[in-house]
């Protein structure tokens, strides 16, 4: 168990930096469209003849076409283009925050993680993981505990093939070692297939490279 949870809080604690490192554009990257300068609007639900509103496109006098979930915060003063909001969009006029006439900037992070997926993966998956760390570890301190007392069963005690769990870590550990280094270093600078044929050949090498290092040298009987 302790093994395993040291998987799950390395992991935890990746997913959690991300959550935390990953923002959306900077302000400055921004542009404002108040609703009062949106010259049309349209509802419409996603499945037909369904009267359920999904989306609420917004048409500028500029020509730019905006796309607004009716789930987002602030939907119904969208859709009936309430003068006293604006929204902070990007050059692809992707939603980023919801603005007021007094120059607050509002719900940001909300947008962060809807349009970064990354962001809210790693506060969902990171979190559990943490989590999962935890009670990994509290088994183990538990039955250890137990072991060293002469109060834990025989029947509860679980045979450990070493090697296995040396291969099964030490794969587990160049996983975390690719998307927490070598991904971020090659990001942006290498197609996504590339990264992914990099990930598969060095994990099949050092699996092979264990496992061939174990049929040459096998156990003491």
């Given amino acids: 168990m302790l093994p395993l949870g040291l998987v799950f809080l390395v992991i935890g604690i990746l997913g959690l930096r991300n959550y ?13 469209v108040r609703l009062l300068n949106v010259t049309n609007v349209v509802a419409e639900s996603e499945i037909p003849s369904s009267k359920r509103i999904d989306n609420i496109w917004l048409w500028t006098s500029t020509g730019a076409k905006i796309r607004y979930r009716s789930r987002f915060p602030y939907s119904s003063e969208v859709q009936h283009l309430d003068p006293h909001y604006g929204l902070l969009l990007d050059r692809f006029n992707i939603v980023w925050a919801v603005t007021t006439s007094r120059g607050e900037v509002l719900k940001r992070n909300y947008f962060d993680e809807y349009n970064i997926e990354a962001k809210s993966v790693g506060k969902f998956c990171g979190g559990f993981m943490v989590i999962g760390a935890v009670c990994a570890f509290f088994v183990f301190f538990y039955n250890e505990r137990r072991l060293r007392a002469g109060t834990l069963p025989a029947e ?4 450990i093939r070493t090697r296995q769990l040396i291969l099964i870590g ?3 550990g160049y996983l975390v070692f690719c998307v927490a280094v070598v991904f971020p270093l090659l990001s942006g600078k290498l197609p996504g297939w590339v990264l992914m044929l990099i ?5 099949g090498l050092l699996g092979n490279g264990i496992v061939s290092y174990f049929r040459k040298h096998p156990p003491r009987s």
Wanted: without cysteine; proline residues 12%; glycine residues 12%.
């Fill in 199 to 203: 990930w598969v050949l060095g994990g």
């Fill in 20 to 32: 935390f490192r990953l923002k959306g554009p900077p302000l400055s990257d921004l542009h404002e």
């Fill in 156 to 159: 509860e005690m679980m045979p």
């Fill in 170 to 172: 030490s794969l587990v």
